[in-house]
C-alpha cells in the first residue's frame, strides 16, 4: 500500500467535519487512490457526471443518490450531468410512462439539490461556460467526453465511474493516477491507415477497429491528420473536424476502453513532443481497409424499414445540426427522426434557424437524452439508423433495436425515403 498524502482539509472531510456526504465523498475518493497506489489528490476544475437514466441506475440507484443528498452532499466544482431517460417537458407527448418518469424525476432532483447543474449531454466540451483547457484536471465519467478531452484539448482525466465522479465533485479532488501522470500518457501503439477516412462515419468505423484492436491501450495514428481539417478556435461552435474526433472518441471508448489517442501533427501534445510520445516497445497496427467494420456495425443488411433515425452520439454539436437542417430544408420526412443534443447547443441552433427548419420537415431535435439511455422499447422502437459509431455498438445491446449504420447523408435518405437504401 502507498503513502497517501492528505492536506489538512482533505483530513477534515475524511474526519466528517464537512458532514456525513462530504465524508462518504472522501472515502471513496481515499479507496481509488489506495486500489491505484495514488500519492496524493488532484484538485479537479469540473466533473462530469454518467449514469444519470433511471434506465440504467434502478431503484438502488435513486435510493443511493437520494440518500446521499439528504444526507448534506454538495458538490465544490462546477460538476454536470450525462443524458437521461426522457427529454423534460416532452416525455408525456413521447408515451414514457410515469413508473419511469417518476423516479427519474427523482434522480434529476437528487443531483439538483447536491448542486449539480442539470445539463443532461454527453458533451461538456461543446459548452462555452464548462470547455476545459489543456493541462486542466478533470473527473469525467463519460468515455467519449474523456477521450474528447483528453486527446482534442489535452486536459486530463481518467475513466471515472458514476460514484467516483460525484464524491470527486464533493470534495473537489480525485486520485493522482492513469492519465493524471505523464509516464501514462505515452503512445503505446502505432497505427497507420491505408485507406481513406473521410466521413464521421468512417472515423466511426476505424474506431471499431483500433479500439477491438487496443483495447485500454494508447493509440497513436501517425497519418490521420490528412483526413482532418484544421480544429476551430472555438471548440464549442463543433466544425468537420471536431464532429470526426469526437465520433473517433466515442466509438474507441466503446468497442475497446481507449481514453487517450495521439494524431501525429495534429493534437496538441503529439504538436509539442511528437514521437518522444511514443513508448520505445509501440507496436504497429496498419488499417488496410475499413470493410470489415461496416460488416459488422452495418449488421442487418436486410434491413430497410427504420422506425427511427438519430444523429448525434455524441450530442450532435451546432454544425451538425447545421448539416442536418441545410439537407432537410424543404423536405418532408416519412420516418421519425432524432437529432439528440445538449439544452444548451438546441438553443444556439434555435437562434440560428436550424431547429425550424428541422422541425419543418418533421424532425425533433431532442435535448436531455438519447436513443441508448432512453426507453425505446417504451417508446415502440424497434428498428434505428444512425451514422454513430458508438450508437451503433450500443443501440442494439441497451434499446433491443435492429440497426443500419452509414453517413450522414445515407442515414438523412431513409429518414425522407422512409427506406434504407
Ligand atoms: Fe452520448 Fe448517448 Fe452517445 S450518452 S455518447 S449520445 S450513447
Redesign the pocket.
Known amino acids: 500500500m502507498t503513502d497517501l498524502k492528505l492536506t489538512a482539509e482533505e483530513q477534515t472531510f475524511l474526519d466528517g467535519d464537512a458532514g456525513a456526504g462530504a465524508r462518504r465523498a472522501m472515502e471513496i475518493v481515499v479507496a481509488l487512490a489506495r486500489i491505484y497506489g495514488a500519492g496524493d489528490l488532484v484538485p479537479v476544475k469540473h466533473v462530469q457526471i454518467a449514469g444519470v437514466s433511471y434506465k440504467n441506475l434502478g431503484d438502488a440507484g435513486v435510493a443511493f443518490l437520494s440518500e446521499w443528498a439528504a444526507e448534506g452532499a454538495r458538490v465544490r466544482v462546477p460538476t454536470t450531468l450525462?443524458?437521461m431517460g426522457m427529454e423534460r417537458g416532452r416525455w408525456e407527448s413521447w408515451g414514457i410512462k410515469p413508473e419511469f418518469a417518476g423516479p427519474q424525476l427523482s434522480v434529476l432532483d437528487a443531483f439538483v439539490k447536491m448542486g449539480v447543474t442539470p445539463t443532461m449531454s454527453?458533451?461538456p466540451y461543446l459548452f462555452p461556460d464548462y470547455a476545459p483547457r489543456r493541462g486542466d484536471a478533470l473527473a469525467w465519467a463519460?468515455s467519449?467526453a474523456v477521450a474528447f478531452a483528453n486527446s482534442v484539448i489535452g486536459a486530463r482525466s481518467n475513466r471515472e465511474g458514476g460514484p467516483s465522479a460525484l464524491a470527486a465533485a464533493i470534495v473537489g479532488r480525485t486520485a493522482r493516477y492513469g492519465y493524471h501522470l505523464d509516464e501514462n500518457r505515452m503512445a503505446d501503439t502505432v497505427v497507420e491507415i491505408g485507406c481513406p477516412v473521410r466521413s464521421v462515419a468512417d472515423f466511426g468505423a476505424l474506431s471499431y477497429i483500433v479500439g477491438k484492436a487496443v483495447g485500454n491501450g494508447v493509440p497513436w495514428f501517425s497519418d490521420l491528420a490528412p483526413w482532418l481539417p484544421p480544429l476551430p478556435a472555438d471548440i464549442t461552435l463543433g466544425g468537420p473536424a471536431g464532429d470526426r474526433l469526437k465520433t473517433l472518441g466515442?466509438g474507441l471508448a466503446a468497442y475497446g476502453a481507449v481514453a487517450l489517442y495521439h494524431v501525429a501533427g495534429y493534437t496538441p501534445e503529439a504538436l509539442d513532443s511528437g514521437e518522444a510520445l511514443l513508448r520505445r516497445d509501440a507496436r504497429r497496427l496498419v488499417i488496410h481497409d475499413l470493410d470489415e467494420a461496416y460488416r459488422v456495425m452495418d449488421a442487418d443488411p436486410d434491413l430497410r424499414k427504420i422506425d427511427l433515425v438519430t444523429i448525434?452520439?455524441?450530442?450532435a454539436s451546432l454544425s451538425e445540426i447545421q448539416q442536418v437542417a441545410e439537407y432537410l430544408r424543404g423536405k418532408t420526412l416519412a420516418t421519425r427522426l432524432w437529432v439528440?443534443t445538449a439544452e444548451i447547443t438546441r438553443r444556439r441552433a434555435g437562434e440560428l434557424g436550424f431547429v425550424e427548419v428541422i422541425e419543418a420537415a418533421g424532425g425533433e431535435v431532442v435535448a436531455d437524452t438519447?436513443?441508448?439511455?432512453a426507453p425505446m422499447q417504451m417508446l415502440g422502437v424497434r428498428t434505428m439508423a444512425t451514422n454513430?459509431g458508438?450508437?451503433a455498438c450500443?443501440a442494439p445491446m441497451h434499446s433491443g433495436v435492429r440497426m443500419r449504420f452509414g453517413d450522414v447523408e445515407q442515414c438523412l435518405d431513409a429518414a425522407v425515403s422512409g427506406t434504407w437504401r
Open positions: 450525462n443524458p454527453c458533451t463519460e467519449s466515442a448525434g452520439c455524441p450530442h439528440t438519447c436513443a441508448v439511455v454513430a458508438k450508437m450500443y
